[in-house]
């Protein structure tokens, strides 16, 4: 079946400009989460959704970062008045059961602030 | 943010050898994931451990979850060009609330034809 989609794939921004990141999880997948990849590191964990509640949003870096998934399927992250820090791959996961351990990852976004 | 140790950073080997590398953290899991990824794509899942002290295979692939449940180990037999990429191991602790995946820095795997 079909995996975790993202869009878009690659995004450039001007500093100060807000962006929108889309997720699609795996049909049916009740646990979605977002993490930020900067270059050469690992995924850092962002926010964690169960169904359409926020139930973590420690990883947050700013308040100028926002995640809805409001229908309990698609997520969007959205950044406000982006900086030039916040460019980095960001990656979508989404696992089955609330108490999955496994997390299927999309492909991610890299957003380039220039 | 908090990241696992994971080693070496990197590996230039033949193809055909064997590979072993590892993960440790400071703090005790009770979930082990070892991913890949490969340029421009998010981390592919490779083994899951659920257990202290349990052995997975999958294919050339073999992870152990550490008795102390601070550390892993990912083994691949034999390499062959397509297991270039980074390998990620990640570490998630229930028993704390926390759904969320703790990752390594990575192991970028390159192998030599």
């Known amino acids: 079946g079909a995996g975790v989609s993202q869009s878009p794939r690659y995004k450039v921004a001007k500093r100060g400009q807000d962006v929108a990141l889309r997720c699609d999880p795996i049909?049916?997948?009740?646990?979605l989460f977002w993490y930020q990849q900067a270059l050469g590191q690992g995924p850092e964990f962002l926010t964690y959704f169960q169904n359409e509640a926020q139930l973590d949003k420690s990883g947050l870096p700013s308040d100028r970062f926002f995640a809805e998934r409001p229908e309990g399927s698609v997520s969007t992250l959205k950044i406000q008045r982006t900086q030039q820090e916040d460019s980095a791959v960001y990656l979508c996961?989404?696992?089955?059961?609330?108490?999955?351990?496994?997390?299927?990852f999309g492909p991610g976004t890299r957003l380039t602030v220039t | 943010g908090q990241q696992l140790n994971q080693s070496p950073q990197s590996m230039f080997i033949q193809e055909g050898e064997d590979v072993s590398m590892n993960c440790t953290s400071s703090s005790i899991f009770n979930t082990w994931l070892w991913y890949k990824q490969e340029p421009g794509e998010g981390p592919v899942l490779l083994i899951a451990?659920?257990?202290?002290?349990e052995l997975t295979s999958n294919g050339r692939l073999t992870a152990q979850f550490g008795i102390t449940r601070k550390d892993s180990f990912l083994n691949i037999s034999a390499s062959i060009p397509s297991d270039v990429g980074i390998y990620f191991c990640a570490g998630r602790n229930v028993l704390q609330g926390a759904q969320k995946l703790v990752f390594g820095q990575g192991t970028r795997l390159t192998i030599n034809p």
């Open positions: 049909s049916g997948h009740v646990s």
């Open positions: 996961a989404s696992s089955l059961r609330r108490d999955a351990y496994e997390q299927y």
């Open positions: 451990l659920y257990k202290a002290g």
